[in-house]
C-alpha cells in the first residue's frame, strides 16, 4: 500500500509542475489594445506584463480601441467580440482599464449616472462566469492638456469619473490599481497626449505586475529619511515607505513602537505623537527579515529653500565666506543638499542627461550631513545664513533642505494638477519652445540644452511647467516642515502681471500637497542696471504680493546689487533678513523683521507726505540726503525729488512737479536708494501709484 502511494505521487508530480498557468485577461480601451504604438505586438502593456510575470501567468489582450464602459456610450465595450471572448477566457485574474472615451461629450454628459452602476455589473459579469475570479479596477491613465478637448470638457470629465471609479472601488471592495500616478509626470510618454509610447506601456505593465505579485521591492523608505536627519517638532512624527503587499511593518523610535500593515498598494505609514525639539534618536523599521536602521535624528525646526541662481549660489563663493567658512562646524544645523545632474549653463546635455531628465532623475542621490567647513561651503549660502541665525536664537537643531535651480521660472515650481486645471495657466503646456507665456531667455537657455533630442519634441526640461514641483518639492510633501524660503524671479520679471498670478498659485500649490498654510518668506530682487528694465516695476510688484499671499514675508536686497552681475555676493545679509522674518513671524521673537514700508501717502498742493510702517524713526545708510526719489503729476512723468525725514515719514518735493499725484522710491533698475530705519535694514521699492 505504502509503496503505491508513493508511485502515485511520482507520477503526479510532474503534471503538478505543469500545472495551468494563472490565466490573466486585460479588459481595457486603445491604451490596453496597444494603438499608436509601432509593434503592439512586442509593446502592448499585456505583451510587456506576460514577460513580467513568466511562465506561471498566461496574460491576453482583450482591449478594444474606443471603447466605452458605458452601455449608452458611442462604443460600449459590453457589445464589443473583446468582451465575449474575455468572458470565455474565464480568467483567474481581471485587469479593467476603461473610461477614457466615456469622457467623450457624446457620452458623460448624457450617461453618467448610469456609469457606477454598469461599472459594479462589468465586473459581476466576470466573477460570475467564474466566482473565484479576482477582479482590479485601475485609476485611469492621464490626459494630457494637448488633448483637442482637454480645456473644453475632458479635464473636468475626467477629474468626475477618476472620483466615481475610486468610488465603485470602495463599495465593491474591488482592489484599484493607480495607473495615473506613475505616469501623470511623465507628459514625454504621450505623444497625442492620451495613448503612451512603449516605455509609457511599459510603466503600466510594471504597475499592474506589482499590483498581481504584490512586489513593491520590499521594504524601502523616502530618500530623505537617512542618518542625521532632523525632523519637525511640535507635529506629528511620520514614518513612511513601501513594502511589499500585506507585510507587516514595526516602527521603533525615541522608546516607542508602532506597528502596521501594508495594504494591496504596497504603501506603509507609522504616526507618533508630536515631540520637542531633541535628539539624538535613533529608528528601526522592520519588515520581515528587512531592517532599515537609522541613527543620529534630531527634532527641530526644518525649512525648505528654493528658488533659482540666488538660492543656489554657494556659501564658498559669499564675500563673507572667508571669516563663516572656518567657523561653520554646527552638529545642530543640518542640510538635504540637492544638486542637479547637470546644470541650466549655456551647454548642450549628452543623451544620458536627457533620458535621466526624462525619467524625473535630475538630482543627484544625497543624505542629510551636519554642518561643517566642507558641507556648508558648498551649500546654499543664503540658506546657510537663515538657518545659522534661526539655530543661534531658537536654540533648536534646524533642518535645511536645499533644491534651487539657476534659471529655473515660477512655473516649473506649481504642480501640474493646478496648472492644467487653471484657464490661463493650462497654456503655459502648449508648444513651450514657442509660447509667449514663457520667457525668452527661458525658452532659449531650455533648447540649448536639450539641442541633442531633436527626434523628441516632447523631451523633458527642468524649466518647462511643473517639472521642479515633480522632482524637486513632490518627493517632499509628507515629511512635515516649519516653512520655506524663496528667491527667484529673475526668470519672470519681464512679465510683472503674469508673475503677479503665478506665484500665489505656486504658493497655494505647495500649501495644498502639504496640507497646511506654512509660512512663505522671499527675497525682493536685487539690483542691477544691464538689461533690467523693468526690475522696478517687478521689485514694487513684490512687495505688494505680500498682501495677497498668507502668512508671507519678503526681505529686501536691492541694496545689495551689483551693476553689472546678477548675482550679488552679499548673501549673509540676505540670509539674516529672512531669518529675522521667520523669527519674528514664525517664532514670535521680538526682533526688527523689516525695513521702512510704505503704508499711505498724502499730498498737499506741491508736497507728497509718505508714511511708513516697520520703523520708529527713518533714516538714511550713509548720513546723505534720501535718494532715488520721484514724483509725477497728473501726467505720471517722474522727475527726481527732494525728501526730508521727518520721524516715520518722508515729505517729498520736487521744482518740477507742482502738484504731485505720484510718489516712488527705488524704482531705478540699480537703485541709489538708501532709506533705512532704526536698526539699518532697507527700505523696500514702491510706488504710491499701484498702493
Known amino acids: 500500500m505504502f509503496k503505491r502511494n508513493i508511485l502515485f505521487i511520482l507520477l503526479l508530480f510532474p503534471a503538478l509542475l505543469h500545472s495551468a498557468p494563472v490565466k490573466v485577461a486585460c479588459v481595457g480601451n486603445s491604451v490596453t489594445y496597444g494603438y499608436k504604438l509601432e509593434d503592439r505586438s512586442s509593446h502592448a502593456y499585456p505583451v510587456q506584463l506576460q514577460h513580467l510575470l513568466g511562465d506561471d501567468y498566461r496574460v491576453e489582450n482583450f482591449g478594444h480601441s474606443g471603447a466605452t464602459l458605458l452601455k449608452k456610450g458611442h462604443n460600449p465595450y459590453w457589445e464589443l467580440p473583446a468582451y465575449e471572448k474575455a468572458l470565455a477566457f474565464e480568467p483567474d485574474i481581471v485587469i479593467i482599464h476603461l473610461g477614457l472615451n466615456d469622457t467623450d461629450p457624446r457620452n458623460w454628459p448624457k450617461f453618467r449616472d448610469n456609469f457606477n452602476k454598469e461599472y459594479i455589473n462589468l465586473i459581476r459579469s466576470f466573477q460570475q462566469v467564474k466566482p473565484d475570479t479576482k477582479v482590479w479596477i485601475c485609476r485611469m491613465t492621464p490626459i494630457f492638456s494637448w488633448h483637442p478637448r482637454f480645456k473644453s470638457s475632458t479635464r473636468v470629465w475626467y477629474d468626475q469619473m477618476q472620483r466615481e471609479i475610486e468610488r465603485v472601488a470602495i463599495v465593491t471592495g474591488t482592489p484599484l490599481i493607480d495607473l495615473n500616478t506613475p505616469l ?17 506601456a511599459g510603466i503600466i505593465a510594471e504597475t499592474v505586475y506589482n499590483a498581481i505579485t504584490g512586489d513593491f521591492g520590499g521594504l524601502q523608505l523616502p530618500a530623505i529619511f537617512t542618518d542625521h536627519m532632523v525632523m519637525q517638532r511640535n507635529k506629528p512624527v511620520r514614518f513612511r515607505g513601501t513594502a511589499d503587499a500585506a507585510s507587516g511593518v514595526v516602527v521603533r523610535f525615541a522608546g516607542r513602537t508602532g506597528k502596521t500593515q501594508t495594504g494591496h498598494n504596497g504603501i506603509w505609514e507609522v504616526t ?13 523599521i522592520e519588515s520581515g527579515e528587512t531592517i532599515i536602521e537609522l541613527t543620529d535624528i534630531l527634532m527641530g ?8 541662481s540666488n538660492m543656489a549660489f554657494r556659501l564658498q563663493d559669499a564675500a563673507t565666506a572667508a571669516e563663516d567658512i572656518p567657523l561653520a562646524a554646527n552638529n545642530q544645523l ?4 540637492m544638486k542637479e545632474i547637470a546644470p541650466t549653463a549655456a551647454m548642450e546635455w549628452d543623451d544620458n542627461i536627457l533620458a535621466r531628465v526624462n525619467r524625473l532623475d535630475y538630482y543627484h542621490p ?3 550631513t551636519l554642518s561643517d567647513t566642507l558641507t556648508a561651503k558648498q551649500f546654499s549660502a543664503v540658506a546657510y545664513y537663515f538657518g545659522k541665525l534661526l ?3 531658537l536654540g533648536v537643531p534646524v533642518g535645511l533642505i536645499h533644491n534651487a535651480i539657476g534659471g529655473s521660472p515660477t512655473e516649473a515650481w506649481i504642480d501640474r494638477r493646478s496648472m492644467e486645471r487653471d484657464p490661463l495657466m493650462v497654456d503655459f503646456f502648449t508648444q513651450w519652445s514657442n509660447n509667449d507665456f514663457i520667457d525668452g531667455w ?5 533648447m540649448q540644452n536639450i539641442a541633442g533630442a531633436k527626434e523628441n519634441p516632447f523631451q523633458q526640461h527642468p524649466y518647462k511647467p511643473s517639472y521642479l514641483f515633480e522632482t524637486a518639492i513632490a518627493p517632499f510633501t509628507a515629511y512635515p516642515i516649519a516653512g520655506t524660503i524663496w528667491y527667484q524671479g529673475e526668470s519672470n520679471a519681464n512679465n510683472v502681471e503674469l508673475h503677479e498670478q503665478l506665484l500665489p498659485a505656486m504658493v497655494e500649490s505647495w500649501r495644498n500637497a502639504w496640507g497646511e498654510i506654512f509660512p512663505f518668506y522671499y527675497v525682493q530682487l536685487s539690483s542691477m542696471e544691464t538689461g533690467r528694465e523693468s526690475w522696478g516695476h517687478f521689485r514694487d510688484s513684490q512687495r505688494r504680493l505680500t498682501e495677497r499671499i498668507p502668512r508671507s514675508g519678503m526681505a ?8 553689472t552681475d546678477v548675482h550679488p555676493r552679499q548673501k549673509k545679509e540676505v540670509g539674516e533678513r529672512l531669518a529675522r522674518r521667520a523669527l519674528a513671524d514664525s517664532y514670535g521673537k521680538k526682533i526688527k523683521k523689516s525695513g521702512p514700508l510704505f503704508l499711505e501717502v498724502r499730498f498737499e498742493e506741491e508736497k507728497a507726505i509718505v508714511t511708513f510702517g516697520e520703523t520708529k524713526r527713518l533714516r538714511t545708510s550713509d548720513n546723505q540726503p534720501v535718494r532715488d526719489v520721484e514724483l509725477a503729476g497728473e501726467d505720471r512723468i517722474f522727475y527726481p525729488a527732494k525728501a526730508v525725514i521727518k520721524g516715520k515719514q518722508l515729505v517729498i518735493t520736487s521744482n518740477q512737479v507742482n502738484r504731485p499725484v505720484f510718489a516712488r522710491y527705488g524704482w531705478s533698475s540699480y537703485s541709489g536708494g538708501n532709506l533705512i530705519n532704526e536698526v539699518g535694514l532697507p527700505a523696500s521699492t514702491f510706488s504710491t501709484e499701484f498702493h
Not at 272 to 284: L, Q
Not at 301 to 308: A, I, M, R
Not at 442 to 446: F, L
Open 391 to 393: 539655530q543661534e536664537r
Open 366 to 368: 544625497t543624505s542629510w
Open 334 to 337: 543640518r542640510f538635504f543638499d
Open 442 to 446: 527661458v525658452r532659449e537657455r531650455g
Open 301 to 308: 525646526e526644518v525649512w525648505l529653500c528654493s528658488g533659482q
Open 184 to 200: 501623470f509626470n511623465r507628459p514625454d510618454l504621450f505623444p497625442d497626449a492620451l495613448h503612451p509610447n512603449a516605455e509609457g
Open 272 to 284: 507618533f505623537p508630536p515631540m520637542k525639539a531633541g535628539g539624538p534618536y535613533n529608528a528601526t
Open 556 to 563: 529686501v536686497s536691492s541694496d545689495l546689487g551689483n551693476r
